[in-house]
Protein backbone atom coordinates (compact mmCIF):
# COMPACT_ATOMS: atom_id res chain seq x y z
CA UNK A 1 0.00 0.00 0.00
CA UNK A 2 1.24 3.27 -0.82
CA UNK A 3 0.97 5.39 1.93
CA UNK A 4 3.05 8.87 0.60
CA UNK A 5 -0.02 10.66 0.15
CA UNK A 6 -2.37 9.04 2.77
CA UNK A 7 -4.60 11.25 4.86
CA UNK A 8 -3.97 10.05 8.70
CA UNK A 9 -6.71 10.63 11.23
CA UNK A 10 -5.51 10.37 15.04
CA UNK A 11 -7.53 8.01 17.10
CA UNK A 12 -10.67 9.58 19.01
CA UNK A 13 -9.35 8.73 22.18
CA UNK A 14 -6.08 10.87 21.62
CA UNK A 15 -6.30 13.29 24.37
CA UNK A 16 -4.10 16.69 24.25
CA UNK A 17 -1.70 15.25 26.86
CA UNK A 18 0.31 13.65 24.73
CA UNK A 19 -0.34 10.36 25.66
CA UNK A 20 -0.18 7.13 23.65
CA UNK A 21 -2.23 7.90 20.10
CA UNK A 22 -2.65 6.00 16.93
CA UNK A 23 -3.54 7.33 13.60
CA UNK A 24 -5.37 5.48 10.78
CA UNK A 25 -5.60 6.09 7.04
CA UNK A 26 -7.54 4.25 4.66
CA UNK A 27 -7.23 3.08 0.81
CA UNK A 28 -9.53 1.24 -1.14
CA UNK A 29 -9.64 -1.99 0.45
CA UNK A 30 -7.36 -1.60 3.15
CA UNK A 31 -6.74 0.31 6.32
CA UNK A 32 -3.35 1.49 7.96
CA UNK A 33 -2.45 2.22 11.38
CA UNK A 34 0.79 3.97 13.08
CA UNK A 35 2.25 5.43 16.39
CA UNK A 36 1.21 9.13 15.89
CA UNK A 37 4.77 9.97 17.83
CA UNK A 38 6.97 7.93 15.37
CA UNK A 39 5.02 9.21 11.92
CA UNK A 40 7.93 7.89 10.07
CA UNK A 41 8.21 4.58 11.70
CA UNK A 42 6.77 0.94 10.85
CA UNK A 43 3.17 0.63 10.06
CA UNK A 44 0.34 -1.72 10.13
CA UNK A 45 -1.96 -2.52 7.29
CA UNK A 46 -5.12 -4.59 7.20
CA UNK A 47 -7.70 -5.54 4.96
CA UNK A 48 -10.78 -4.14 6.02
CA UNK A 49 -12.68 -7.43 7.10
CA UNK A 50 -9.15 -8.18 8.90
CA UNK A 51 -9.28 -4.68 10.62
CA UNK A 52 -13.03 -4.98 11.57
CA UNK A 53 -11.96 -8.66 13.29
CA UNK A 54 -9.09 -6.98 15.10
CA UNK A 55 -11.19 -3.68 16.26
CA UNK A 56 -14.02 -6.24 17.39
CA UNK A 57 -11.24 -8.39 20.02
CA UNK A 58 -9.63 -5.42 20.81
CA UNK A 59 -12.75 -3.92 22.41
CA UNK A 60 -13.45 -7.32 24.44
Do not use: Q
Request: aromatic residues 8%.
Amino acid sequence: MELTKAVWRKSSYTTSNGGDCVELASAPGTVAVRDSKDPDGPRLVFGRRAFAEFLTHIKR
